[in-house]
Each structure stands twice: as structure tokens, then as C-alpha cells.
């Protein structure tokens, strides 16, 4: 996937913070302009993983621009018309349930509702412990609704945790170009 113009958007689950920013080099590195969105938690939140203050910069420097952290700032993605894709890496639980619900209190929800109304796909990189769980619904919702797309998931720790699924960050360039074309990336569902 190249020179092309994504939105990448990033909600708090936390621990998967340094997983994300090789797959947002690589999409750099192929001459992709990339502008970030931050979930209000993603922006402010500052956890044992990540400080925020420290994880805005890195995404600046990483992309050369400064995330969206406002909702005011993310709702002129829809009039500007000016993404090709919109990827939510990590899309938490939280983010799933009001996505489904037509909830839009972050800036990442007010970019997706945004985007979505260009007729443009969204892809969604899920990372929730309650994925098998209260969340089923939701993601299935989600696979039902036009122009939504998933990277390839699977558990990711299913002893421990058991209704917990990640998304295959190294897939996120894949899925996004067959998310372009129409078209989900298969197999959804990974093997171990």
C-alpha cells in the first residue's frame, strides 16, 4: 500500500502501544501520509507502557504532524473527504460497543462516523479482553455494516484469558488494501 492517505486512529488499549508503531512505520516508510487520531484515553492517559505526553511525540515524529485529540478537531475528516482509509489500531472494547451503537463521544468516533460517511472503508485492528464475551455482539454487528473491515484476530492468551482477542498487527497493510478493494481479508479467525 502506497502513497496513500490514511487515517490511523488509536484507542487505549495500552498495552498494545509499542506493538502498533512498526505497522504505522511501515505505512510511512511506503510513502504513506498518515494522520493520526487519539481516543480521549489514548491522548491523556499516562499507564506503565506509555506515557501520553511521551507517546503524542513519538507519534508526531513518526508522522510529522500532531495527533487529533478533539472531537472538534476530528469532524472535518468527513467534509475534507480526504482519507483513503481509516484503521482504528488498537480498537478497544469501549470503542467497539459505541461504534456498534452509533455513540460518537471521542475523537476517534466522531473520525470514524466521519469517514464512514464518504462511503470509505474502516478498518478495525481488535484488542479487547471481552472480544468472546459482552463484545461478540458487537464486532458481529460490526461485520455486518458496509465498508467495515477487520484485521485477522485470534486469542491471545486463551488460558488466562479466554475471551480475549488481539488483532495480527504485521497484517494492517494487508487488510488495508484489500479493505480499499472492497474486500475482507481472510482468514478472519487465526490459528495459534
Do not use: W
Request: charged residues 20%.
Amino acid at each position: 500500500m502506497n502513497d496513500r492517505n490514511l487515517g490511523f486512529a488509536i484507542t487505549g488499549s495500552f498495552c498494545t502501544f509499542k506493538k502498533i508503531l512498526p505497522a504505522l512505520k511501515k505505512l510511512i516508510e511506503k510513502g504513506n501520509n498518515i494522520t493520526t487520531i487519539l481516543s480521549c484515553a489514548a491522548a491523556q492517559t499516562d499507564t506503565r507502557f506509555y506515557k501520553a505526553e511521551d507517546f503524542r511525540r513519538d507519534l508526531e515524529s513518526i508522522t510529522g504532524k500532531k495527533p487529533i485529540c478533539t472531537i472538534a478537531d476530528a469532524e472535518p475528516i468527513g467534509p475534507q473527504n480526504n482519507l483513503d482509509i481509516m484503521i482504528i489500531a488498537p480498537c478497544t472494547g469501549n470503542t467497539l460497543a459505541k461504534l456498534a451503537s452509533a455513540i460518537t463521544d471521542t475523537p476517534v468516533l466522531m473520525a470514524a462516523k466521519a469517514h464512514l460517511r464518504n462511503n470509505k472503508p474502516l478498518l478495525i485492528a481488535v484488542s479487547t479482553n471481552d472480544a468472546l464475551s459482552a463484545n461478540a455482539k458487537n464486532i458481529g454487528e460490526l461485520m455486518a455494516r458496509k465498508n467495515i473491515f477487520f484485521v485477522p484476530f485470534a486469542q491471545d492468551d486463551y488460558v488466562k484469558k479466554c475471551n480475549s482477542l488481539i488483532a495480527d498487527y504485521n497484517l494492517i497493510e494487508e487488510a488495508a488494501e484489500a479493505a480499499i478493494g472492497g474486500f475482507q481479508l481472510q482468514p478472519i479467525i487465526k490459528k495459534d
